[in-house]
C-alpha cells in the first residue's frame, strides 16, 4: 500500500523558543535577511502563512518566492497571484447562519453516504457572533435592552435554537449567543490572539469575515478584510485564498494633535486623504512617531473605516501599546509574555519611534497630527468632511450647488 509523505519545504526554517517553561516551534523568518526586513510589516504575515502552510499543492515555494520578492512583484502590472491561508475565520449571524446550514447539510449527505457525520467540522477556527439581529423598539427606558433582547430572542427562537445546536455539535467553531456585544468589538476584546499560542507552534494571527467592517481588527496588529459567504466557506473548509499580491501604502503620521482636535476629527481627515490619494484594493500600514500616541480604539477606528477609503487594509503593526490593551483586556500574562517573545523572534514587534524599522513601502505618504482641526461630516458620507472653521461657507455653496446624479 503506497503511503503519501508530505515533506515540509521549509523545515529548516523552524526553530524552538521557550517562554513561561513552555517550548514552542515557531518559523524563523528573520533567516532571509535583508529582503525580509525591507519587508512592509503585513507582508511579512503574508509571507509566515505561506510558509508555514506550504504543501506545493494548494500553497507553493513559488508562492513564498512571490511574497519574499515583494518589492519587486508589488510594482508588475496586471498584478502576481499568490495563496493565503488565514488563520481564522469570523462570521456575525447574518452571514453565518447559511454557513452554519451548510454544514449541516454536509453531515446530512455524509450520513445518507453511510458515513461519520460528526467528521465534518470547520478546518480552520471559526468564531461567529450573534449580533445583527436585534432591533430598538424601546428607547429612553431603564430597561430597554432586557425588553429589545426579550423580543430579539422571541423573533429569532427558531434561528438560535438552531445555531446552539451548531455550536455543541461542530468542532473548531465558538459561537457568541446575543447580547454580547458587536462583532468588532467582540473580536477586538475577546476573541483576537493577535498570536496563536494555544498549540505547539507559535505563528500570527489573521482572519478574513463575512463583514466589510471586518477591517477594524487591523488597529490590534490582526491582518483581516472582508470577503463573501462562498470565499468564508471555503476557508472554513481549509482552503487558501486566491489574491493579487498588494502594493502597500506607508502613511506616516508625526507630530501631535492639537487640544481642540478629537479623535473622530483625525479618522475623518485620514479617511478624507487617503479617497482622494486612491487606495482601492491596496493595503494601507501605518507608521511614524505620531502612531504611539493613537490608542487602540482610535487606531481600530481608523481601520474600520477601510470600506470608506476603499483600501483592503488600514494596518497597525503590533507595538508595546497592542501589549498593554490584550493585559487590559484580560489575556493571561503568559499569553501576552508568548505574543511578545514571538513578534520580537520574527521581527514582527514595532517601534514606531525607531525609524530604522521603517520598511520599504510602495509609496509613503505624511499627516502632521497638529494640522487636524475640528471637523463635521456625513451623515451619509464619512469621507466629506468640511472643518468647522469652513462649515458656513459650505453651507452657503451647497445652497446654489447644482444637485449631482450620485448621492
Known amino acids: 500500500m503506497l503511503q503519501l509523505i508530505i515533506i515540509d519545504p521549509f523545515e529548516n526554517f523552524k526553530k524552538t523558543i521557550n517562554v513561561s517553561n513552555k517550548e514552542y516551534t515557531y518559523f524563523d523568518l528573520p533567516k532571509f535577511g535583508v529582503e525580509y526586513d525591507q519587508l512592509p510589516f503585513s507582508i511579512r504575515v503574508l509571507l509566515e502563512s505561506a510558509i508555514r502552510n506550504c504543501d506545493n499543492f494548494q500553497v507553493t515555494e513559488n508562492d513564498v518566492q512571490n511574497i519574499l520578492k515583494w518589492k519587486t512583484n508589488q510594482s508588475i502590472e496586471g498584478g502576481v497571484e499568490v495563496a493565503f491561508k488565514p488563520a481564522?475565520?469570523?462570521?456575525?449571524?447574518?452571514?453565518?447562519?447559511?454557513?452554519?446550514?451548510?454544514?449541516?447539510?454536509?453531515?446530512?449527505?455524509?450520513?445518507?453516504?453511510?458515513?461519520?457525520?460528526?467528521k465534518i467540522n470547520p478546518v480552520c477556527p471559526s468564531d461567529l457572533v450573534i449580533d445583527h439581529s436585534i432591533q430598538a423598539d424601546f428607547v429612553r427606558e431603564a430597561d430597554a435592552q432586557q425588553k429589545n433582547e426579550n423580543l430579539e430572542f422571541e423573533r429569532n427562537k427558531e434561528r438560535f435554537t438552531f445555531l446552539k445546536w451548531g455550536a455543541k455539535a461542530f468542532k473548531n467553531?465558538?459561537?457568541?449567543?446575543?447580547?454580547?456585544?458587536?462583532?468588532?468589538?467582540?473580536?477586538?476584546?475577546?476573541?483576537?490572539?493577535?498570536?496563536?499560542?494555544?498549540?505547539?507552534?507559535?505563528?500570527?494571527?489573521?482572519?478574513?469575515?463575512?463583514?466589510?467592517?471586518?477591517?477594524?481588527?487591523?488597529?490590534?496588529?490582526?491582518?483581516?478584510?472582508?470577503?463573501?459567504?462562498?470565499?468564508?466557506?471555503?476557508?472554513?473548509?481549509?482552503?487558501?485564498?486566491?489574491?493579487?499580491?498588494?502594493?502597500?501604502?506607508?502613511?506616516?503620521?508625526?507630530?501631535?494633535?492639537?487640544?481642540?482636535?478629537?479623535?473622530?476629527?483625525?479618522?475623518?481627515?485620514?479617511?478624507?486623504?487617503?479617497?482622494?490619494?486612491?487606495?482601492?484594493g491596496k493595503f494601507v500600514e501605518f507608521f511614524g512617531p505620531g502612531v504611539t500616541q493613537l490608542s487602540i480604539a482610535d487606531r481600530a477606528t481608523i481601520s474600520n473605516m477601510c470600506p470608506e477609503y476603499g483600501a483592503t487594509v488600514g494596518f497597525f503593526p503590533v507595538?508595546?501599546?497592542?501589549?498593554?490593551?490584550?493585559?487590559?483586556?484580560?489575556?493571561?500574562?503568559?499569553?501576552?509574555?508568548?505574543?511578545?517573545?514571538?513578534?520580537?523572534?520574527?521581527?514582527?514587534?514595532?517601534?514606531?519611534?525607531d525609524p530604522s524599522q521603517d520598511p520599504v513601502f510602495s509609496q509613503v505618504t505624511t499627516l502632521d497630527l497638529g494640522e487636524v482641526v475640528p471637523s463635521i461630516s456625513g451623515p451619509k458620507r464619512p469621507h466629506d468632511r468640511v472643518s468647522v472653521s469652513e462649515a458656513q461657507k459650505d453651507f452657503k455653496s451647497c445652497l446654489t450647488n447644482k444637485v449631482s446624479n450620485f448621492l
Open 88 to 118: 481564522r475565520v469570523i462570521l456575525q449571524d447574518f452571514t453565518g447562519v447559511p454557513a452554519v446550514v451548510d454544514f449541516a447539510a454536509m453531515r446530512d449527505a455524509v450520513k445518507s453516504l453511510g458515513g461519520d457525520p460528526d
Open 173 to 280: 467553531m465558538l459561537i457568541v449567543p446575543p447580547g454580547s456585544g458587536i462583532v468588532h468589538q467582540v473580536n477586538l476584546e475577546y476573541l483576537a490572539r493577535v498570536v496563536f499560542t494555544d498549540r505547539d507552534t507559535l505563528y500570527p494571527d489573521s482572519l478574513v469575515g463575512t463583514d466589510s467592517h471586518t477591517t477594524m481588527i487591523n488597529g490590534l496588529g490582526v491582518l483581516g478584510w472582508g470577503v463573501g459567504g462562498i470565499e468564508a466557506e471555503a476557508v472554513m473548509l481549509g482552503q487558501a485564498i486566491s489574491m493579487l499580491l498588494p502594493q502597500v501604502l506607508g502613511y506616516q503620521l508625526t507630530g501631535t494633535l492639537n487640544q481642540f482636535a478629537t479623535s473622530t476629527d483625525l479618522v475623518l481627515t485620514i479617511t478624507k486623504h487617503l479617497r482622494q490619494i486612491g487606495v482601492v
Open 319 to 353: 507595538d508595546q501599546n497592542t501589549l498593554s490593551y490584550l493585559q487590559q483586556t484580560n489575556r493571561s500574562s503568559e499569553k501576552i509574555a508568548a505574543v511578545k517573545a514571538y513578534l520580537e523572534a520574527s521581527k514582527m514587534l514595532r517601534n514606531y519611534d
